[in-house]
């Protein structure tokens, strides 16, 4: 599904008003249950007396995931989709299948810190011009991951996701990276252009105005193009750095040694939305994954490093034949 026009899907027209709830809590699942259990309990322990609608989308996981959910959460909402159409089409269903005016958006792979919620639903009642506000997200061992961006993406952002020799050095001096704010900035509360979807909290009068997430993109990159026709319509985009989410990049583990091949998908679409030829995208975004992968056979040449430089290196070479012959 296109957003041109931002046309709205159909039944969220009527979806508005708070009603005698805080806020609604949507999560998107694919074969992950056991994340979305520990996500929603994390929740629960520190929802404190907010009252909340629970809904988590099911994207046709067909692996058991309704079934155990619905036994596990019998105060949630869980919907069963006829087939797996993506994020974008999650979340969309997700804002149909509630009418707080407050939405959170959580990944599977996500535990909300205590005081988080409060702490985000706070401020977007004290600020009724943002339309979209994230915590801060931590790693497992508490340290922060960057998820605000100075600038949305172009090709040269994209780019440097995909090249590590770039990303190891930028690692020694975050305040030198030409777009992710540096965990000094996030503390200290600068404002992002855009923010990380792993845990957002939306208003729904900006998702109304702006058009719902574009259905063309299956995974990565819908919520920054989303977050672009929200700031065009006038909305404000914030972090709050009071707020921590844990986040599990991927659900942690070897998946999240390399990006995913539905990121660089995503990216030919991004850059061919914003009028770069997909030659071009191709190409550039095919170099930077190339040196990626020679730097790894490198890094595999050292006995102590040999075993998982060998396994990001064949994942690399993976995402390098996305590159070149993913449709956009």
Not at 148 to 163: A, H, I, K, S, V
Request: net charge neutral; proline share 5%.
């Amino acid at each position: 599904m296109s957003v041109s026009g931002h046309s709205l899907p159909r039944g969220v027209e009527a979806a508005a008003g708070e009603g005698d709830v805080d806020a609604a809590v949507v999560i998107v699942n694919y074969r992950s249950a056991a994340l979305v259990e520990r996500c929603l309990e994390s929740v629960r322990a520190h929802g404190g007396a907010l009252k909340l609608e629970t809904v988590v989308i099911d994207n046709d996981s067909r692996d058991g995931s309704v079934e155990r959910l619905r036994a596990a959460l019998p105060d949630a909402e869980v919907v069963a989709m006829a087939e797996n159409g993506g994020f974008a089409v999650g979340v969309n269903a997700g804002f149909r299948h509630t009418r707080a005016e407050l939405v959170i958006l959580l990944n599977p792979d996500t535990e909300v810190r205590a005081g988080a919620l409060e702490a985000m639903l706070a401020y977007l009642r004290e600020h009724p011009r943002t339309g979209v506000l994230a915590p801060l997200l931590e790693d497992g061992e508490g340290r922060l991951t960057p998820n605000g961006y100075r600038r949305f993406p172009n090709l040269l952002t994209l780019g440097l996701d995909l090249c590590l020799p770039l990303g190891y050095a930028l690692a020694y001096a975050p305040g030198l990276h030409p777009y992710a704010m540096s965990p000094a900035a996030l503390r200290a509360g600068a404002p992002p252009v855009h923010v990380c979807g792993a845990a957002l909290a939306i208003r729904r009068a900006a998702y109304l105005q702006a058009g719902p997430f574009d259905e063309d993109f299956f995974l990565y990159l819908e919520e920054t193009e989303w977050q672009q026709r929200v700031a065009q319509a006038g909305w404000g985009i914030e972090l709050e750095s009071s707020a921590r989410v844990c986040h599990l990049v991927r659900g942690g583990g070897e998946e999240a040694l390399a990006p995913s091949p539905h990121f660089v998908a995503s990216a030919l679409l991004y850059l061919r939305r914003r009028g770069v030829p997909t030659l071009l995208s191709r190409l550039a975004l095919s170099a930077c994954l190339g040196l990626s992968w020679a730097t790894l056979c490198l890094i595999a040449l050292l006995p102590t490093k040999r075993a998982k430089a060998t396994g990001q290196a064949r994942a690399y070479r993976s995402l390098l034949r996305v590159a070149l012959t993913a449709r956009t």
